[in-house]
């Protein structure tokens, strides 16, 4: 929400999806929630918890560590402990990391999730767009284009060399007023991708996140890297920065890499919470300290423990997901629309009608109206993968209002 310093709650800018509160809404297809729900035992074990409700959580984290990082290296990411930290969602977690390290000049995707950008601005920092999906071709920028902005703006810092490079992030800069005394500085740069990119659901390979990284270590910048709808893709885990951990070189994890990762879409705790990072344990200390120690609840701590276990429940979801979202696309696509090629549980799609949105929520229907992401402006709104019986009836509604239109047309 954007404050506006109004006493009227209802005065409020809500800028995201899933604003069912307003009533009349039976179909909500505005965010981007695992249509199978969260996991039967992370429903049980957050039941379950209940009896510690009277507790403190455990402000170390140290189970939600400690089974996060077995996971991963059964995976063969040989993430530590100290490499790990969790919050109250992804965004909760994407402003302390600004907060800590107080960027002078950020790097943020365009189209890109609305946070980003607000994050930076708490922090006063300078805010340049990397455009990586066109609007005009409905299709993303190639990898050389993006790679070639991303260096536009490295050469705009100062260049590190030699061994400063790797730890140069949590070194470089001015001394920071705000935190003077401290022994903070601010960073000269940090650069933000998603991937899959929302709201156009394009994914990149891993090995274009590492030449971007190397692009960072280079300039002595942070890379943040959002996988928030990784676990989507079927190949996700070839496509993650992650395995930049188990790259030769790296003793033992990359230094001044961000993974930013949340249980909210995959597992459907988006009222529950709960978001992780990963990066080096210095990274992580520095992001810690700013923040206070309870950010995760009891039955969020117990839910996430559950659903670290649950991996076949994500292979099937993102193998579901792709015959899903292959069929709303079809459907979107025959009815007129413009739709980006998405490799998420949602769709990107543009089309001549401009109060789309406001027709389906008279029908019941939410979904996302883009309108507000840079880069892309009116007739642009996104739809979530979920049932066979939704994607038909998003469908007929759309098919209804083009036929009341040609009906007043003619």
Known sequence: ME?????????????????????GIDLDLSVNINPFGMPESARRAAAESMERWEQYPDALQRNLRNRMSERLRKEGFPVRTDSLLFGNGASDLLYSIFQAFRPERVLIPIP???????????????????????????????????????????????????????????????????????????????????????????VRTFDFVRRIFGICQKYGMILLVDESFLWFCTDGKERSALSLWRCAGHEPEPSGLIVLNAFTKI???????????????????????????????????????????????????????????????????????????????????????????????KKGILIRDCSNYAGLGEGWYRAAVKTQESCERLAAEIGAIQKENADKDA
């Not at 109004?6 to 009533?23: A, K, L, M, Q, W």
């Not at 076949?312 to 079809?330: A, D, H, M, P, W």
Request: overall charge negative; charged content about 25%; proline content about 4%.
């Open 112 to 202: 890109g999730f609305s946070e980003y950008r607000k994050a930076a601005e708490t922090v006063g920092a300078e805010i340049t767009g990397l455009p990586v999906f066109s609007a005009e071709s409905v299709s993303p920028y190639d990898d050389d284009a993006v790679l070639a902005a991303v260096r536009a703006f490295a050469e705009h810092l100062s260049p590190v060399s030699g061994a400063e490079g790797d730890a140069a992030f949590c070194r470089k800069g001015a001394a920071d007023p705000v935190s003077a005394g401290t022994g903070r500085h601010r960073i000269s740069g940090m650069v933000i991708l998603c991937n899959p990119n929302n709201p156009d659901g394009h």
């Open 267 to 361: 597992f459907a705790m988006a009222g529950l919470r709960l978001g992780f990072m990963i990066a080096d344990p210095v990274i992580i200390r520095q992001t810690e300290e700013l923040r206070q120690p309870w950010s995760v609840s009891v039955p969020a701590e117990e839910a996430g423990i559950a659903c670290l276990a649950e991996r076949e429940f994500v292979r099937k979801t993102s193998g579901e997901i792709q015959i899903r979202r292959n069929e709303l696309q079809s459907r979107l696509t025959a009815l007129g629309m413009r739709c980006a090629e998405s490799f998420a549980d949602f769709v990107l799609f543009r089309t001549e009608i401009r109060d789309l949105g406001d027709r389906l929520q």
């Open 3 to 23: 404050h506006k310093n109004r006493e009227n709650v209802s005065e409020y800018t809500y800028v995201h999806g899933g604003d069912i509160f307003r009533g």
